[in-house]
């Protein structure tokens, strides 16, 4: 048995797209104004990649991922021609979403008991105050918060596994990376970390292409978090 | 009301000297050696300022507290003629007796309360290894951990209070330092964190000179952590 599990958290844990698109139908709603949410939830996400980039390229210092959520807001509220429809304090209201995401179904329950049988943590790229207030808001049982500001930069660089292993005073071979994504889990598995994936069949919505299987031996795959709970 | 805690802990959270006391009697009686527990306990404490303050000098690298104990240990075994009762693996697992501490009986029931109302968090100058350990051994609900791995450093250096804050991306003013240590409190407020006291008058023993009284107007005074829950 591992002696902790470390978790990826957008997707595998919360399902993002669901909760920021209520978030974003809920803000626009208070203003008066019509925005495909949905749309917007993606298109918000969209930036994420290209955000955490800059920093990864060694472009731009560590900037927890707070700040770029807030960004990334912007570039998306002036794509969707809504540039000056909230203010600075509004926008950062509306950033708070994603510290409101509902957790899938199986997670709260499957990781409560988990949470008996070995560490659990987040291994994220949202900051500590992120995945604290999104612990809260979902009752997620964390015993620590792990992740990108740990390392100061962002999965999958190599030092975010090594630095969880580490604060964990954990050899990586006692840590598996749980995750609904299949390159989250191979860099973890190229610094040691055993791995675990779950699918996530709907993260992207019905259409959804990628990570709908394991794309290799990973060492253990679970149908959801209650169906890992039974296998360890 | 705060918009966090964050928490001192040995001494303030947990009986250190009692659960360190034990753990060393045990191994020592495993061993058939012996040795006054208590005192070994308290050596060993004492040794915890002076090797957190070739840190805090700048005459050696951020060293997590696990590894200082770890060594400390080692200069109380030979100053008590025990230098080569214990191998190194044995060692270890006597080191461990840090994460094994029993919570102060308010504790949990304290925690449990005031977590309900807003984000609990140690600031300890124990490691995230350390503290997760600790809180799955004596049930201790965090919600994040803070403190001196966080910050590469060891209180009362200021950096280690703002490092928290800005963890949990809130301004020192929405943050409370929860202490039953006066100098802990001095230094938190100097960083404009506001402050929080509760006496534990048997820390050291019976015979406790130090830390009975709030030694300044500090902006909590209760009398246990229930008593806190019932300020907040």
Redesign the interface.
């Known amino acids: 048995m591992p002696h902790a599990l470390i978790f990826d958290v957008f997707g595998t844990v919360v399902d993002w797209r669901s909760g920021v698109a209520a978030a974003v139908a809920e803000a626009f709603a208070a203003k008066g104004a019509e925005v495909d949410a949905t749309a917007f939830a993606v298109a918000w996400r969209g930036e994420y990649q290209p955000a955490m980039e800059r920093v990864r390229s060694g472009g731009r210092s560590y900037t927890?991922l707070?700040k770029l959520h807030y960004e990334n807001l912007g570039i998306v509220l002036e794509r969707f021609g809504h540039a000056d429809t909230f203010d600075d304090q509004e926008r950062w209201a509306l950033n708070a979403a994603w510290e409101k995401l509902p957790p899938w179904p199986d997670s709260v329950p499957g990781l409560t008991r988990l949470k008996q049988k070995t560490?659990i943590?987040p291994c994220s790229n949202g900051?500590?105050?992120l995945?604290?207030?999104l612990?809260?808001f979902g009752g997620l049982p964390?015993?620590?918060?792990?992740g990108a500001?740990?390392a100061h930069d962002y999965k999958p660089e190599p030092v975010v596994y090594r630095a969880a292993c580490a604060?964990?005073?954990?050899p990586p071979e006692r840590v598996t990376m749980v995750a609904a994504h299949n390159d989250d889990l191979a860099a973890a598995r190229a610094e040691g970390l055993k791995t675990a994936f779950i699918p996530r069949p709907v993260e992207h919505g019905p259409g959804q292409t990628t990570d709908l299987e394991p794309a290799s031996d990973w060492d253990i795959v679970a149908a959801d978090m209650e169906d890992l709970a039974d296998r360890l």
Chains 1, 2 share one sequence.
Request: charged fraction near 25%.
């Open positions: 927890p707070d560490i943590a900051s500590i105050a995945m604290t207030r612990a809260k964390w015993d620590c918060i792990l500001d740990i604060a964990l005073r954990l």
